[in-house]
């Protein structure tokens, strides 16, 4: 039995670090895409983590599946396939450390996964279940999140959300907006940034889009606001906690992956379920969860910028004021 199992995509991020002798940008291969992120960060607090996806068998999935077994994300059921290519994020950062994405997948391996490839015993094992909404643009890997979808809930797991908008992956804003809202009804508890509050609600007023997203049925909704912390809507109560005070960010990459990782891994170390949750808990989750994000964008890339245990803990307990 996992902890968690995330389905979704497994690629690099090129992420721009500084400039050649000659001038060039310079860009380092680093592990990322959101879900696996988010596998990254709970799996460096101690949860037993799994990877359900796709990449190609080439240079770069070779190192991806390397990356994840070094971190201890079980990589048993991910497919390593000679039919397509691992897809590529190139990140361009400007000085604040946000971020510019150029993807090269066309398709990429992570959309090519097949419903009649998942390890369905394996997802049923699952306490949490993760998904994004990035395995939802294209066929045959939309199906496959689905199915998915169906098995874990069916057999009992919570489910966790990110939608996780890209704009230049969608053939439109109102098909990403379409599909984003399908994996609603499965949710039980959600991540989103402020402007996907915008898309998936239509109003930008976080704590409406909250309130509108728990009467749709998602019982814990973060919406994550950068330096300014975190909001939690548990069932309408509703309470912001802060962010880590940090000196230099480097690179936002995998922020919002890890908040997530880490509010998950609260959850789990609660042995609460959803139903059980009070406000004072989830609250507390969100701050362990910022304690993730802020140790991540110190470094570039996804998975190479979690934090220890240790490091997540003590900038936790600063953010506590403890």
Known sequence: MYDIIALGELLIDFTEAGLSSAGMNLFERNAGGAVCNMLCAA???????????????????????????????????MIITSDVFTTLAFVALSPDGEREFSFARKPGAD??????????????????????????????????????????????????????????????KDEACRYMKSVLP???????????????????????????????????????LGAKGALVSLRGEQRHVPGAVLDKIVDTTGAGDAYMGGFMYGFLASGKTIDELTLDEASDFALLGNACAGKCILGRGGIPAMGEKDEVIALYNKIKGE
Do not use: Q
């Open 186 to 224: 499965y949710a039980d508890a959600m991540k989103l940034s402020d402007e996907e509050c915008v898309l998936l609600t239509g109003t930008d007023d976080i704590r409406e889009a909250g309130k509108i997203l728990n009467d749709l049925g998602v019982d814990c909704v973060s919406v994550t």
């Open 111 to 172: 959309t090519c996964l097949d419903s009649s490839e998942l390890p369905e015993e394996v997802i049923k094992s699952a306490k949490i279940f993760h998904v994004g909404s990035l395995s939802l643009t294209d066929e045959p890997a939309r199906s496959a999140t689905y199915r998915a979808l169906e098995i874990a809930k069916e057999a009992g797991a919570v489910i966790s959300y990110d939608p996780n908008y890209r704009a230049s992956l969608w053939r439109s």
């Open 43 to 77: 799996a460096k607090l101690g949860a037993k983590t799994a990877f359900i996806g796709k990449v190609g068998d080439d240079m770069h999935g070779r190192f991806l599946k390397a990356t994840l077994d070094e971190v201890g994300i079980s990589t048993e059921h």
